[in-house]
């Protein structure tokens, strides 16, 4: 699975749209691009993943860069409850599901 | 709601003890996972498990084994644990399938190896 680069930490202001960005250069062609999030003391929760094209759910849109080196998780309005560590994975969908989770990033949201 | 159940939140064993980490899923999923969790390290995988009685080795297996004799249980095993084992243990579940599909983490065990 490719590797994935992202900022150890980060702050944003609550009600505001939060950007957390992701570099995996080394993707490849069947690899897909997941977030997962992860709150103090809880399990990671998935939020939302995608191959080429931009992807919104209700958590959160995911704009991935024409070439896939690089994508931007955005939260459109950040909440306090949206503190957390958000990790970017680069993975093959196939069998297995396998995650290897990177260092992620540390989103602090400030009233 | 789906459910990934990790039998204990906090648990606490001396060096050198037998231990099981039980982690039961209601998803009826073919996957599960356990990784450990520490400062610094982040998440990594211990072992996986494609279906019962199947399990292939994660990252870190050394000094862990795993049991899967029910589809919807899966059981980490510390053989003799050592105080470096003190983590958190967090366990995961997934449809096998080829189209992509998230995988539902439970609330992770804290273990303290005294």
């Known amino acids: 699975d490719a590797k994935t680069t992202q900022p150890t930490s980060m702050d944003c202001a609550e009600g505001r749209a939060a950007n957390l960005p992701c570099n995996h250069s080394t993707i490849s062609g069947n690899e897909y691009v997941y977030w997962y999030r992860q709150i103090h003391s809880q399990g990671p929760q998935y939020i939302i993943h995608g191959l080429k094209n931009n992807e919104t759910n209700e958590m959160a849109s995911l704009i991935i860069t024409e070439d896939r080196k690089s994508s931007t998780l955005i939260l459109p309005h950040a909440t306090l409850r949206d503190t957390a560590v958000y990790y970017c994975i680069v993975r093959v969908g196939a069998a297995g599901n396998k995650l290897t989770f990177g260092g992620g990033t540390r989103v602090l949201v400030k009233p | 709601d789906v459910k990934v159940t990790q039998s204990s939140r906090y648990l606490v064993k001396r060096t050198g003890e037998k231990v099981f980490l039980e982690c039961v899923q209601d998803?009826?999923?073919?996957?599960m996972f356990w990784y450990r969790q520490d400062p610094g390290l982040g998440l990594r995988l211990i072992y996986f498990?494609?279906?019962?009685?199947?399990?292939e080795k994660g990252d870190i297996p050394e000094g862990y084994s795993v049991s899967r004799e029910k589809k919807e249980r899966f059981s980490l095993i510390l053989e003799s644990a050592s105080t470096n084992q003190t983590s958190m243990y967090l366990c995961?579940?997934?449809?096998?399938?080829?189209?992509?599909?998230?995988?539902?983490f439970g609330q992770g065990t804290r273990l303290t190896v005294v």
């Open positions: 498990s494609y279906d019962v009685k199947m399990k």
């Open positions: 998803m009826d999923h073919e996957n």
């Open positions: 995961a579940s997934s449809p096998w399938t080829r189209a992509n599909t998230e995988a539902f």
